[in-house]
Nanobody
Framework: QVQLVESGGGLVQAGGSLRLSCVAS????????MGWVRQAPGKEREFVAA????????DYANSVKGRFSIARDNAKNTVYLTMNNLKPEDTAVYYC???????????????????WGQGTQVTVSS
């Protein structure tokens, strides 16, 4: 069983930046793909970004490409999400999660990821 603890959320003005961190414990972190998913009030969970176990491959939602960057430090059991040029529509609770070994291309976030963290709130004011 893995435990994931996110941090780094907060209130920021549009155009600002934040870096989220997720520390994992309880299993071999460096064998798992990891990802970030967000959920805005009244909306379904939305995929944001993912990174392979070795950091060699990344994947981003179209809505954040060019603004967000995912990275990991396996020595620290930590995955990061750097968010630049934030927009009000980025406001959501951001969750860190472990990626399944296999999933369909059309998988929803719940089908693609397991072992969610508790989330960290990101609020972007206009």
């Amino acid at each position: 069983q893995v435990q994931l603890v996110e941090s780094g959320g907060g209130l920021v003005q549009a155009g600002g930046s934040l870096r989220l961190s997720c520390v994992a414990s309880g299993r071999t972190f460096n064998r798992d793909g990891m990802g970030w998913v967000r959920q805005a009030p009244g909306k379904e969970r939305e995929f944001v970004a993912a990174i392979s176990w070795d950091g060699g491959s990344t994947d981003y939602a179209n809505s954040v490409k060019g603004r967000f960057s995912i990275a990991r430090d396996n020595a620290k059991n930590t995955v990061y999400l750097t968010m630049n040029n934030l927009k009000p529509e980025d406001t959501a609770v951001y969750y860190c999660a472990v990626e399944r070994d296999s999933y369909y291309v059309t998988a929803t976030p719940d089908e693609r990821f397991v072992s969610w963290g508790q989330g960290t709130q990101v609020t972007v004011s206009s």
